[in-house]
């Protein structure tokens, strides 16, 4: 998977707060993830990040749309 800084990911399974997005602050052996509903961040397994990502929501296809 290719999940970049600043990527957005799109997940199975809402956090407590509701939301389905989070926001890549790290990438690495593991991700440092921030909720984009209430701001918690968590640490949390490459492999585990990998499996439960629904979409990938880069910054670049963002602005290409709002651009069109």
Do not use: Y
Request: proline share 4%; net charge positive.
């Amino acid at each position: 998977m290719d999940i970049h800084i600043g990527d957005k990911l799109k997940m199975k399974k809402a956090h407590p707060c509701g939301a389905f997005e989070w926001e890549v602050l790290r990438v690495g052996i593991d991700f440092r993830l921030k909720c984009t509903g209430c701001g918690h961040m968590i640490m949390i397994p490459r492999k585990q990040a990998e499996k439960n990502v629904k979409q990938i929501i880069s910054p670049d296809a963002a602005n290409n749309a709002e651009k069109e």
